[in-house]
């Protein structure tokens, strides 16, 4: 899932996935898997870094203080309601499929634990009567 949604989002016009140099095609390539990675298993993202555009911060600087203001870049909208798409559809379905693992996978254990219970607390029991003994 990982490597197809990393070819999904490398195949996007994004000016950060042109390679000019050969020596930056593995580094372009890893970087841009690091963010369908941080998107996928770490839930964590920017979207507009995801578009290949940071924020701007505008100010001045004043002999004691600095005044500036963070502005967002225009976006492109012919990336963008794509970008959007891949986000949302990448964020929910391995949200989803990665939860529904671990939830199953917990009531497994747990079913587990539950069928050992009484042997458990007689093994215990039992040895506690030894030892008093």
Known sequence: VMFGSFHAYYVYPIQE????????????????????FRLEALGDFDLWEMEGQNERI????????????????????HIRVGLLSLFVLLS??????IMNVYIGLLSNLYDD??????????????HKILETN
């Open 113 to 126: 634990a539950v069928k050992k219970q009484k042997m458990l607390h007689c093994q215990w029991r039992s």
């Open 17 to 36: 996935h042109v390679v000019e140099h050969h020596h930056e095609f593995l580094y372009t390539n890893f970087m841009t898997f690091m963010k369908m």
């Open 92 to 97: 929910l379905s391995v949200t989803v499929v």
């Open 58 to 77: 505008e100010g001045e600087i004043d002999s004691k203080s600095i005044h500036a203001e963070i502005d967002d870049p225009k976006p492109d909208h």
